[in-house]
Nanobody
Framework: QVQLVESGGGLVQAGGSLRLSCAASGRTFSTAAMGWFRQAPGKEREFVAAIGWSGGVTYYTDSVKGRFTLSRDNAKNTVFLQMNSLKPEDTAVYYC????????????????WGQGTQVTVSS
């Protein structure tokens, strides 16, 4: 059974940076797509970024392009979301996901979810 554990969330001022990590258990990590979703209070969960199994292809939602970078280390079963130039509207709980079976942007296509880590950006 896959277990995803996120870390790196916290409180940061606007313009600052955070680096989220997601450590995965299980032997399927190196062949699975990985990604991040986020959910702000009162809003629906939204796609943030995804990365293919080899790390060669990445996808980002428009609002984070040029500010967020998703990478992975298959030797350590870990993905990293580097978040720069953070804005108050980035405030949300960020969820690590693994194992998409279809379109990366759809939450229902991801098989495994972490518990989430809170990111708060103050203005």
């Amino acid at each position: 059974q896959v277990q995803l554990v996120e870390s790196g969330g916290g409180l940061v001022q606007a313009g600052g940076s955070l680096r989220l990590s997601c450590a995965a258990s299980g032997r399927t990590f190196s062949t699975a797509a990985m990604g991040w979703f986020r959910q702000a209070p009162g809003k629906e969960r939204e796609f943030v970024a995804a990365i293919g199994w080899s790390g060669g292809v990445t996808y980002y939602t428009d609002s984070v392009k040029g500010r967020f970078t998703l990478s992975r280390d298959n030797a350590k079963n870990t993905v990293f979301l580097q978040m720069n130039s953070l804005k108050p509207e980035d405030t949300a709980v960020y969820y690590c996901v693994m194992g998409a079976t279809g379109w990366y942007g759809s939450a229902s296509q991801w098989g495994s979810w972490g518990q989430g880590t809170q990111v708060t950006v103050s203005s």
